[in-house]
């Protein structure tokens, strides 16, 4: 249709249109009747007429009955789907009210994460103690010009109810109003707000703000009639519960008459017990807010050297509007400047004047104090490293003069040990060796008692040592970052949250609450890692040689009995061996006999020694110091002694040697020589 009338030269620039959800063609206005078809409209001028041709009817008549069919068709799904789920409502709609309440907390919890914000300490009264608190609103503004935010302080409590804040405009009072009303409405609908976790929020039934121009043409309001209008419903309805925000405070009409209404709405607010932030220019209210009790002063930093506002609070200390400086800033006219200087009176300038040099002088203030706190900070540091350094050498001396001690001790069972091993040696009788034995046995004995009572104090001296530490560690202070480990533990971790007495501690990839008397720093207690369990060492190690005095110590009948058996076959065994390592001068037949003999390795020929020089060459290469052996008669000289009666004199030793028998079969490092030459003279047979 569309090209045969468009070959007639009938269609308008437009050819066709949509008109009911039906395709029409747009013919001009002097060929409307040359087109055979539905009329459905024309232009706004009549210029243009939109016909349904003829030759489409048809078509969109069966359109039009498809249409209708899919609408029935739709209709009776539905009918069908509402009757299959009308019997599950109930459940459904639990279901949606608990995907409703699911969707709600994560979307806050996805807030909370895009801001940064935190739960900070809450209180069951109306209090704001805010710390490094961000107005989100007004940091995503700067984050697209990439400006920094200036984080606030303040406090409103029991002893400050109402603060009073001036200064220059734009130096950030309102800002400052607005960010205490949104972080405690945001806290007060249950979102984390965007302050450090130090901070501390209370609740207030009621929060009421006078902010900005509320003009009204329509309702016939000025600005100073909408702001005593809010004024009159803040004295109607506010309480001691009540959070009240008034910006640009007594301003809208004269400054004298409007400053006056301000300081007796101040004064009835004060009665009422709210708690409230206001901001203003005027002297007076600022003069009223030093002399009531529970209202205090307070005033935006102001760098009067470059003429920028600065954006901290100073809390207690009422501030200059800065008039002229921001002025000047601006770039009016000194000498227009200067005149309007001349028409103010003289104590209002001095009164400027005074709050100017004020801010200069907090700001030097609060410069020198921020100087002192982070040398203060260091200085701690200092004194806590030193600290450690300080334990660390004390518990090297203390490990240093136990070990001296100790080898003291040593020195002198050494020297003891080598007597009676000197005497032993020079004894000839039986009565004379076992004399020496038996003191030897008891000696022994007294040292193992000894080993055990030094052991005990030891342990004592080491555990009141280490509960001192632990106690003088877990006293420190500790703040969120610190690097912390649990007592007992070696897994180090760190501090991510604080709640009054209670640590959040991340430990790896768990978390745990402690208290402040479980965990101690990282660095500290090297080692033992803090723990007081196990053996109490003292900072020294347990010598080898306790244990070998331990097993000479008096035996039981039972054990003297087994012992004395086990020596038995100890004895014989060591004759068979000292007949076949026995070195006498061949025979003839003995010769014979050695050839049909396998040897790994040949020993060449030497004369037999004497028991001193075998003594001596077990004992090692220093000589004992003994006395001459008194001269012997007969045939047989001491060197020509024969293995059996060599073991049948030296039987009595067996017996001791048997309660160390069982200490040799196990290699151990003894830190005592002689000790060693000792068990290795008794093992040798």
């Given amino acids: 249709a569309v090209k045969k009338y468009q070959g007639a030269g009938v269609l308008a620039d437009t050819q066709e249109s949509v008109h009911d959800n039906k395709r029409v063609l747009a013919i001009e206005g002097a060929f409307k009747g040359r087109v055979n078809g539905v009329f459905?409209?024309?232009?706004?001028?009549?210029?243009?007429?939109?016909?349904?041709?003829?030759?489409?009817?048809?078509?969109?008549n069966?359109?039009?009955?498809?249409?209708?069919?899919?609408?029935?068709?739709?209709?009776?799904?539905?009918?069908?789907?509402?009757?299959?789920?009308?019997?599950?409502?109930?459940?459904?709609?639990?279901?949606?009210?608990?995907?409703?309440?699911?969707d709600f907390v994560n979307a806050k919890a996805l807030y909370a994460l895009d801001e940064e914000a935190c739960l900070p300490q809450l209180v069951d009264k109306p209090h704001i103690e805010l710390i490094k608190a961000i107005n989100p609103v007004l940091r995503d503004f700067?984050?697209?010009k990439k400006k920094p935010v200036v984080p606030l302080d303040i406090r409103l409590n029991a002893k400050t109810r109402i603060l009073v804040i001036s200064g220059p405009n734009a130096g950030g009072k309102s800002i400052t109003l607005k960010t205490v009303g949104l972080l405690q409405l945001m806290l007060q609908s249950?979102?984390?707000?965007?302050?450090?976790?130090?901070?501390?929020?209370?609740?207030?039934?009621?929060?009421?703000?006078?902010?900005?121009?509320?003009?009204?043409?329509e309702n016939e309001l000025s600005t100073y009639s909408s702001k005593l209008n809010k004024m009159k419903y803040f004295l109607d309805a506010a309480y001691g519960k009540t959070l009240v925000l008034i910006d640009e405070f007594g301003s809208g009409s004269d400054p004298d008459l409007g400053s006056s209404m301000a300081q007796v709405f101040l004064r009835a607010l004060n009665e009422s017990k709210t708690y409230g932030v206001m901001t203003t220019h005027y002297n007076s209210i600022k003069a009223l807010a030093s002399e009531l009790p529970l209202v205090e002063n307070g005033s935006m930093q102001f760098n009067s050297t470059d003429l920028t506002p600065e954006f901290k609070l100073n809390q207690g200390v009422p501030g200059s509007s800065y008039t002229y400086e921001v002025a000047q800033q601006v770039g009016v006219d000194k000498r227009l400047i200067d005149e309007a200087r001349l028409v103010l009176n003289e104590s209002t300038v001095a009164m400027d004047r005074l709050l100017v040099g004020i801010q200069k002088e907090k700001n030097q203030l609060a410069h020198q104090r921020a100087q002192l706190t982070s040398r203060l900070e260091e200085l701690e540091q200092l004194k806590e490293k030193q600290g450690r350094k300080i334990d660390q050498l004390e518990d090297k001396v203390r490990r240093q003069s136990a070990m001296n001690e100790q080898q003291n001790a040593m020195i002198t069972w050494g020297k003891k040990f080598q007597g009676l091993v000197n005497e032993y040696a020079e004894q000839r009788s039986k009565k004379g060796k076992d004399e020496v034995v038996g003191r030897f046995k008891v000696y022994a004995g007294e040292r193992a008692n000894q080993t055990q009572d030094e052991r005990t104090i030891k342990k004592t001296r080491y555990e009141k040592q280490q509960e001192k530490k632990i106690k003088k560690l877990t006293s420190a202070p500790v703040k969120i970052g610190d690097r912390v480990k649990l007592i007992g533990s070696r897994q180090p971790g760190e501090i991510i949250e604080i709640k009054k007495d209670q640590f959040l501690l991340a430990i790896g990839a768990l978390t745990t609450w402690a208290t402040r008397d479980k965990f101690i720093p990282a660095e500290s207690l090297h080692g033992d890692q803090g723990t007081l369990k196990g053996k109490a060492r003292g900072g020294v190690k347990e010598p080898e040689i306790e244990k070998a005095v331990e097993s000479t110590a008096?035996?039981?009948?039972?054990?003297?009995?087994?012992?004395?058996?086990?020596?038995?076959?100890s004895i014989k065994k060591s004759q068979k061996t000292a007949k076949t390592t026995q070195i006498e001068p061949k025979s003839d037949k003995n010769k014979a006999k050695s050839k049909n003999t396998k040897v790994r390795k040949s020993v060449p020929k030497s004369p037999e020694k004497s028991p001193k020089e075998k003594l001596n060459e077990v004992a090692g290469s220093k000589p004992l110091k003994t006395?001459?052996?008194?001269?012997?008669?007969?045939?047989?000289?001491?060197?020509?002694?024969?293995?059996?009666?060599r073991a049948q004199l030296e039987q009595p030793l067996k017996k001791v040697a048997s309660s160390a028998a069982k200490e040799e079969q196990a290699p151990r490092e003894s830190t005592d020589a002689d000790l060693e030459k000792l068990k290795a003279f008794f093992g040798k047979n």
């Avoid at 024309?42 to 003829?54: D, G, L, Q, Y």
């Avoid at 979102?191 to 900005?212: C, K, R, S, Y």
């Fill in 62 to 102: 069966e359109i039009t009955l498809l249409e209708e069919e899919e609408k029935r068709e739709v209709t009776r799904i539905l009918r069908l789907l509402t009757a299959f789920v009308s019997g599950y409502r109930e459940v459904l709609r639990d279901f949606s009210t608990a995907l409703y309440q699911i």
């Fill in 142 to 144: 700067h984050k697209a």
């Fill in 627 to 645: 006395a001459p052996p008194k001269k012997m008669t007969g045939k047989k000289k001491p060197h020509d002694l024969t293995p059996q009666r």
């Fill in 190 to 217: 249950g979102l984390l707000v965007t302050v450090h976790p130090d901070t501390t929020m209370g609740w207030f039934n009621g929060i009421m703000a006078d902010i900005g121009d509320a003009q009204s043409i």
């Fill in 554 to 569: 008096p035996k039981s009948k039972q054990q003297v009995v087994a012992e004395k058996k086990k020596a038995k076959k």
């Fill in 40 to 60: 459905h409209g024309s232009s706004a001028k009549a210029s243009i007429f939109f016909v349904e041709p003829s030759e489409t009817l048809e078509i969109n």
